[in-house]
């Protein structure tokens, strides 16, 4: 029986170190900076059975982001032009919203709910993210699914 992939977003301090410098080695793979796997795996200081082990179920959010669909969640203060300024994020961006809810707000909170379309020239969307979750008023965003 076929065991089905599960995927899992995390933040990167809750990622193992191990799998971190697995990324890293792939990305001077990459570039070209490493010319083969042992040199990669020596110049992040791990072993070739690790990278092997785990190089192909890790990678940066952004890398495959391209071309998706983001749906997120953001917990927000009911107050005037937050709400632009979230937009303005992903507009400066380049990202396409596609769906956009907003809750009534109960006690000065709303809870916000994006579809956004990552299009081939947004930019890196781990920084859009981090860019609205920096905004004043902002509580917090969690990511629900990446399609």
Do not use: C, W
Not at 63 to 82: C, N
Request: hydrophobic fraction near 40%; glycine fraction near 4%.
């Amino acid at each position: 029986m076929e065991e089905k992939t599960t995927y899992f977003v995390l933040k990167k301090k809750a990622v193992p170190e191990v799998l971190l410098k697995v990324v890293e080695a792939k990305r001077l793979l990459d570039s070209e900076r490493a010319e083969s796997v042992q040199e990669a795996t020596d110049m992040v200081g791990i072993s070739r059975s690790s990278f092997y082990k785990y190089k192909d179920d890790i990678f940066p959010f952004r890398d495959t982001a391209k071309g998706k669909t983001i749906t997120m969640v953001i917990q927000m203060d009911d107050e005037p032009g937050l709400l632009s300024l979230v937009l303005k994020v992903i507009a400066d961006y380049h990202a396409n919203v596609l769906t956009i809810h907003q809750s009534i707000p109960i006690n000065g909170v709303a809870s916000l709910t994006l579809s956004v379309d990552v299009l081939p020239n947004t930019g890196d969307v781990s920084r859009m993210v981090e860019g609205i979750e920096e905004q004043d008023g902002i509580h917090y965003l969690k990511i629900l699914a990446r399609e």
